[in-house]
C-alpha cells in the first residue's frame, strides 16, 4: 500500500503542513532511542516525515531501517533523501527501484556534499553531477515518485553568484522536481526575499521552510558550518547566556516566533530538522505555537495502514 505523495498533500491542503526531518541512527541502541522517540511524538501527527541518507555500504542501509521504522510506526508518508555520492547512474537506479518497491512515492533528490575536506564535489564515475540530474533519473524510471530538492535563501557555498544559484534550482524544478525544501535560516527576511526572487525567477514550486533550534553556542556554530545561515545578533547573545537551560529555552522561544510569523505570511508548510529529539517538538512553547495553528490534529494518515 502505498501513502499520498507531498505534492498530493501540497495541494490539498486547507492548513500549512508540519513535517519533521530524522536522520538514520548508526547502531541498534540507536534505533531503539529513536523508536521511543517517535513514539513519545505520536501526538504531534506530522503531514509527513523525511529521513537523511547516508551515501554508500552500511550506511546506506541504516537510511532503509530507518525509513521503514518510521513508516512502522506510522510516520508516513516517508520522504526518502537520496543523494549521488559515491555511486553510478546504475547502483542510482537500482536505489530508486528498490525505494519504489518498500512502496515510498516520495524522495527528496540531492547531489551530497563534497567528502570533508574538499571544496568541489566530483562524480562517482558514470555517476550524476548535479541533483537535477538525479530529478531526471528518478523522473524516467518512475513518473509516480514525487520529488523534493533542496533551496539556499542565503545561497549554495559553491554557487557563484544566487541568481545562478537560483538557476540551478529552477533546472531542479525544469527536470520535474515538485517542491523545494529550503537549508535552514534564522532570519525570517531572508527567506520571504528568497521566496520573491524565486518566483521572480519563474519557479512557482511550493517552497517549504526548514527550521532548526539552537540550544548552545556550539550547536550554532555547527549550523553556521554547514548552512552558512546569517545569526542575528539578538539570537546569538540569547544562546550564549551562561545557563544551558535558559540559553536551550532561548533557541526554542527564537524558533517558535519564526514560526508564528512564517504562519502569519501565509508558507504552505513548516519543516523542522529536530535531529530525532522529541524534546523540540514536545516542547510547550513549540506545542501552544502549533496548537494555534493546528487546532485539533490534522492528519488522518497515521491510522492507515503505514508503508511498505
Ligand atoms: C533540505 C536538505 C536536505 C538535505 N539532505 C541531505 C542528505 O540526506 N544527505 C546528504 O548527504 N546531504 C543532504 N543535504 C546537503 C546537500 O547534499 C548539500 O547541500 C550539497 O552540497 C548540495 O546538494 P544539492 O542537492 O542542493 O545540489 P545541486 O542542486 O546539484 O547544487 C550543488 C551546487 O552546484 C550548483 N549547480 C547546480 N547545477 C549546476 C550546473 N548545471 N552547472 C554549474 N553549477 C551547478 C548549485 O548552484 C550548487 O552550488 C541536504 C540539504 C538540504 C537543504
Not at 559553491?158 to 540551478?168: K, Q
Not at 554547514?226 to 545569526?231: E, I
Amino acid at each position: 500500500m502505498t501513502t499520498p505523495t507531498i505534492r498530493e498533500l501540497l495541494a490539498e491542503r486547507r492548513q500549512p503542513t508540519l513535517s519533521l526531518e530524522f536522520y538514520p541512527p548508526r547502531t541498534p541502541a540507536g534505533f531503539d532511542l529513536l523508536r521511543r522517540s517517535i513514539e513519545r511524538m505520536r501526538p504531534v501527527q506530522p503531514e509527513f516525515v523525511t529521513c537523511t541518507y547516508g551515501a554508500g555500504g552500511t550506511t546506506r542501509e541504516f537510511s532503509f531501517a530507518a525509513w521503514e521504522l518510521l513508516a512502522e510506526m506510522g510516520f508516513t508518508p516517508v520522504v526518502a533523501h537520496l543523494t549521488c555520492v559515491g555511486a553510478s547512474r546504475d547502483d542510482l537506479a537500482a536505489q530508486i527501484h528498490r525505494i519504489h518497491a518498500s512502496g515510498i512515492r516520495n524522495i527528496m533528490a540531492l547531489r551530497g556534499d563534497p567528502p570533508r575536506g574538499e571544496t568541489t564535489f566530483t562524480p562517482a564515475p558514470d555517476g550524476l553531477a548535479y541533483a537535477a540530474d538525479l530529478v531526471a533519473l528518478i523522473k524516467s524510471l518512475h513518473p509516480d515518485i514525487c520529488c523534493g530538492v533542496a533551496g539556499y535563501p542565503e545561497t549554495h557555498p559553491e554557487a557563484a553568484s544566487p541568481a545562478d544559484d537560483l538557476r540551478h534550482l529552477k533546472a531542479k524544478l525544469d527536470a520535474g522536481a515538485d517542491f523545494v525544501n529550503t537549508q535552514l535560516f534564522f532570519d525570517n527576511a531572508v527567506f520571504y526575499r528568497f521566496v520573491e526572487d524565486a518566483r521572480a525567477a519563474g519557479i512557482t514550486a511550493p517552497i517549504l521552510p526548514g527550521l532548526m533550534p539552537v540550544a548552545s553556542p556550539a550547536q550554532l556554530e555547527r549550523a553556521i558550518g554547514y548552512s552558512r545561515a546569517t545569526v542575528p545578533p539578538a539570537l546569538r547573545e540569547a544562546v550564549g547566556h551562561p545557563d544551558p537551560d535558559t540559553a536551550r529555552d532561548a533557541g526554542l522561544q527564537w524558533m517558535a516566533a519564526q514560526i508564528c510569523d512564517l504562519i502569519a505570511n501565509d508558507v504552505p508548510g513548516i519543516h523542522l530538522y529536530i535531529l530525532n529529539s522529541d524534546r523540540t517538538v514536545l516542547d510547550p512553547r513549540l506545542a501552544a505555537c502549533l496548537a494555534q495553528w493546528r487546532g485539533a490534529p490534522l492528519s488522518t494518515n497515521h491510522t492507515e495502514r503505514p508503508d511498505p
